[in-house]
């Protein structure tokens, strides 16, 4: 079989050569055989005469020859493609129409599809992915880990890793790097190898603290130290102390978690110089991620078992802190399952929309199609008359359909690799290395051409058969099928409403998710964000000790308030909404803690005037004072909720608790209302505040509210801070709402992705209108010629053609909004207080939708009552 | 032209490789050929002659390759490829095959049923 294909192909790619040997060997052959004759005693004219006539036809024997040779498939293909280019050609509005649908339809498509395949689909950039599992935690203690390296027998290497925040000195100051601690058999178990240097391997990681040093990745090589090809060897200080770089990882490796892109990875002894408190001999602290590589011919069912029975002997060894422990396993990249859930139900809820996009776009070609194959019934009457053969007219209007779907694939995959690349350098929405790099490989290259080519078959193959399967012998006489069809309703009409019926869905859920937004930017949070600027920084960097850190902390303040136009200023260990969040279970005083479970309850560390400063409302009792020190008794502030829920009584000051069921018992002093501590669309949830001067914490938020304009008083926090300590990394300064990002994350993705498709559902909507009605007019132009000169008004003309369009939208815009409605719990797990039962996105709705429907049909509907009926009588 | 017989369906193929494996043919050699080895009583219609030959040059059965004929002509001659001495010796077997068969079957006597 393949040698026929070459041989094809052969002939083909010497395709003049070919014709011209077939020519000379017939002329050959016709010499030959006409001397043959002669020789047998014919006259040499009547001889040449006969042997062309035994021959016969020249052409038809070539034709013949060519079938033989297997070009016969190519040379109608060539035909088709020949005849399409010319037809389109002559109808340029057409092709723009069909190629732009197509081209965002299948570019939204392959946007999605890549966005999946980086997620879900693709491997990790290490030596056989497919070999590698997270083992589920998501932390484990460091103690554990190592029993689990030393003791399977499964894993071929397991490694552990953890999420570090350094302060790297650079010639411009201090700044915040993000990295990963890993254990020394990180790169030998990933199997990677380094573009410059060496990796540290195992021996490099044995003692705490011996082994400082750094290996960086491609991008922080490119951009801290301008891929300095000696870097090698080199030092750098890393929060305030010498480390040797190592080497430089390759460029696309970014370590085994697909949103997380480190700088640098330490070896993880390294770990109580880094943190300050080693937790490495620690049995209660799971901090560590575990990963592995299976050894070859091992199942992860085997695996899991093995780990399981580990697990069995840690929790008998160490019931305190192992009780109940078990492992499983889970593909590597999103911290085992934990964010695989979340992100899978996105892809899928957004692979959907996109899905719906395309299917419009599908939706819309097909009634152009549709409409322009009625055109054409009467040259395709012509040519099933002379004799061409059904298939063979399918197969050109097939070839036509699939070339306008390539073009538009084409123009599709171009559009989404220039989204792509916005995507991937767009700067991360929250203050971490997060980066939604989608490279298109070959996988999405194949997902585009296959999406064009199940389009060109969806939207050609109907219009094509009903092409065809017309009687041409009516169709000459003039008496077409399509001159009655207006009055029956039409497959078109059922697309056309299903069309608009999804563009008001999108548009319906587009608003409801934009207006759900701008709610939650309003709603009362516990904090008042406009005008407040924050410095973050962590002593720890710097290696200040308890009592540095404290001092500075204080000195920090002092010279914020001296800065002109400051309002507020206090200082904390994190704000509400922020992505470092503490909590800890709580016990009221008259709670044992015998009989239940404590509640976990998030707490802040404040100093005096950080309720003030955040904008939160005290409701009863007083704030900090400094005077709340290590002398005083401990106190508290506490929310409503946690007054109501944790010390049952809405009057709560005066009222005692504590943490944990051993710690001491606080007081509280003051209650404040209620806000929003970890996402806009949480429950009320109790809260508690303690006191700075009683609880010093290294992790710092300096809050500055200002009456000068944000930047301006941003730029003045930078600058007391630089001379307070250059050397110390301060990251996140500028406006709160920078630190507020990740709460607003989901609600912003999803109104980003709606509002995305909600336009092109809007546009493949105006183009699908203005398709139906500028075809139904022009069908039509004799009629209403007749209608105005009968004396039709321009209104009755109106309605007679618009009438069944308008009845078409009505019906997709109701039931649109239907499902819109029928939507809202799903869209108000995302985004906070999105209802459809809002007269504003009611009224939103309805207007986008009069508006599309006008501009899709106001050409047509011109064109309708501008018939002059003079010219459109002779047109025929 | 009564001495001639009508080739069966299916066995102008065969015909062609048989005289294509007795030495290089150009087209017209190939009609000559069967005529020869047939003693006169086979004869193949021309305008079936290079259809067949290209649809077996295309299955990779003959090969054909250009050179210069008796009277300095240029000329394409065909020559039985590898597969094509196979599928010769497995089209003669089955001919064999058959032709015994029909022999026996019309030489049959109604003693013998």
């Known amino acids: ?876 | 032209m009564s001495e001639t017989a009508a080739i069966l369906p299916g066995t102008l193929d065969l015909l062609i490789l048989k005289s294509a494996s007795l030495g290089p043919l150009h087209g017209y050699g190939v009609l000559l050929r069967i005529e020869q080895i047939s003693g006169g009583a086979l004869q193949i219609e021309q305008g079936a002659l290079y259809p067949a030959l290209y649809r077996l040059e295309h299955q990779g059965l003959i090969a054909g390759e250009w050179g210069t004929s008796d009277n300095n002509r240029r000329a394409k001659f065909y020559q039985l490829t590898t597969a094509g001495r196979k599928r010769l010796r497995e089209q003669t077997a089955g001919w064999e095959r058959l032709v015994t068969a029909m022999t026996a079957a019309l030489s049959a006597r109604r003693e013998e049923v």
């Open chain 1, 1 to 876: 079989m393949p040698a026929r294909l070459v041989n094809t192909l052969k002939a083909l790619w010497r395709r003049d050569d070919w014709e011209r040997d077939l020519d000379d060997e017939l002329r050959l052959h016709v010499e030959q055989r006409a001397e043959h004759l002669v020789r047998t005693g014919m006259a040499p004219q009547e001889a040449r005469r006969r042997a062309r006539l035994e021959l016969g036809s020249r052409e038809t024997y070539r034709e013949q020859c060519r079938r033989s040779a297997g070009l016969r498939w190519f040379d109608e293909l060539r035909q088709d493609l020949r005849y399409t280019l010319r037809t389109l050609r002559k109808s340029p509005g057409f092709l723009a129409v069909a190629v732009l649908s197509l081209a965002l339809g299948i570019g939204a498509n392959t946007v999605v599809f890549s966005i999946v395949n980086t997620m879900l689909l693709r491997g990790l950039p290490v030596r056989s992915p497919g070999r590698i599992f997270f083992v589920q935690g998501p932390g484990h203690s460091f103690p554990n880990y190592r029993d689990l390296r030393d003791r399977n027998t499964t894993f071929s290497g397991m490694i552990g890793y953890r999420v570090a925040q350094l302060g790297i000195e650079t010639r411009d100051g201090p700044r915040r790097l993000w990295g990963y601690l890993a254990t020394g058999n990180y790169f030998d178990v990933l199997g990677v190898q380094p573009v410059v240097g060496r990796f540290f391997h195992a021996e490099d990681d044995l003692k705490p603290g011996a082994s400082p040093y750094a290996v960086l990745s491609y991008a922080a090589w490119q951009s801290r130290f301008a891929g300095d090809a000696a870097i090698a060897g080199k030092t750098v200080r890393i929060n305030a102390l010498p480390y040797t770089i190592l080497g430089v990882a390759p460029a696309g490796f970014y370590g085994t978690e697909l949103v997380y892109w480190p700088d640098v990875w330490i070896p993880m002894m390294m770990q109580p110089i880094i943190e300050g408190r080693s937790w490495l001999d620690n049995r209660y602290t799971f901090n560590t991620w575990v990963a592995g590589r299976l050894r070859d011919g091992v199942t992860p069912q085997q695996a899991t078992a093995n780990l399981n029975s580990i697990a069995q002997t840690l929790s008998h060894d160490f019931p305190a802190e192992n009780a109940g422990l078990k492992f499983g396993l889970a593909r590597p990249g999103l911290v085992g399952d934990m964010l695989r859930g979340t992100v899978q139900a996105f892809l899928a809820g957004i692979m959907m929309l996109a899905g719906l996009v395309l299917l419009a776009a599908c939706a819309n070609l097909a009634s152009l199609l549709a409409a322009r194959t009625m055109d054409r019934h009467f040259e395709i009457a012509i040519r099933l008359s002379i004799g061409a053969g059904r298939g063979r007219i399918l197969r050109q209007l097939l070839t036509e359909a699939l070339s306008i779907a390539m073009l538009g694939g084409a123009a599709g995959l171009g559009l989404a690799y220039g989204v792509l690349n916005l995507i991937g350098h767009a700067p991360p929405p929250i203050d971490f290395p997060v980066r939604f790099d989608c490279p298109p490989d070959l996988r999405v290259l194949l997902f585009a051409f296959a999406a064009s080519l199940v389009t060109g078959l969806i939207f050609g193959v109907a219009p094509a058969r009903r092409a065809v399967s017309t009687d041409p012998n009516g169709a000459l006489r003039g008496s077409t099928a399509g001159r009655n069809s207006h009055r029956r309703w039409a497959p078109r009409d059922f697309l056309l409403a299903a069309q608009v019926a999804l563009c008001c869905f999108l548009v319906t859920a587009c608003f409801v998710s934009v207006r759900g937004l701008s709610h939650a930017f309003e709603t009362p949070v516990g904090l008042a964000a406009r005008g407040l600027n924050v410095a973050a920084f962590d002593m720890e960097l710097a290696h200040y000790s308890r009592e540095e850190g404290a001092r500075f902390q204080r000195r920090a303040l002092d010279a914020v308030w001296q800065l002109p136009g400051v309002t507020a200023a206090a200082y904390g260990n994190s704000v509400p909404l922020w992505v470092d969040q503490s909590r800890s279970e709580v016990f009221s005083e008259q709670d044992t803690g015998r009989r239940n479970r404590g509640m976990a309850a998030i707490h802040y560390d404040a100093s005096p005037g950080y309720l003030a400063a955040m904008g939160t409302r005290l409701v009863a009792g007083r704030d900090f004072t400094w005077h709340d020190d290590r002398k005083a008794p401990l106190v508290g502030i506490v929310n409503q909720t946690f007054a109501r829920v944790i010390l049952k009584t809405p009057d709560a000051v005066g009222r005692r608790y504590r943490i944990g069921t051993g710690g001491p018992l606080m007081e509280v002093i003051g209650i404040v209302e209620d806000g929003k501590y970890e996402s806009l669309t949480e429950m009320p949830r109790p809260v508690f505040f303690r006191s700075v001067a009683q609880n010093y914490n290294n992790t710092t938020v300096l809050l500055m509210r200002s009456s000068l304009p944000e930047a301006e008083a941003a730029a003045q926090l930078r600058k007391v801070m630089a001379t307070l300590d250059p050397r110390l990394p301060v990251y996140a300064l500028g406006s709160i709402n920078q630190l507020l990002g990740l709460a607003y994350f989901p609600a912003r993705t999803a109104t980003a992705a709606l509002t995305a498709f909600g336009l092109l559902a809007v546009m493949l909507a105006v183009t699908g209108i203005y398709g139906l009605a500028a075809y139904t007019v022009s069908r039509r132009v004799r009629e209403i010629g007749v209608r105005v000169a009968v004396g039709a008004q321009p209104w009755q003309v109106l309605r007679s053609v618009m009438g069944r369009i308008g009845t078409l939208l009505l019906v997709g815009c109701c039931a649109g909004l239907a499902m819109g409605l029928a939507s809202t719990r799903l869209l108000a797990s995302i985004v906070y207080q999105a209802t459809p039962r809002d007269p504003m996105v009611l009224g939103a709705v309805a207007a986008t939708m009069a508006l599309v429907a006008l501009a899709a049909a106001w050409v047509p509907a011109r064109r309708a009552v501008s018939v002059d009926p003079i010219r459109s009588l002779r047109h025929e």
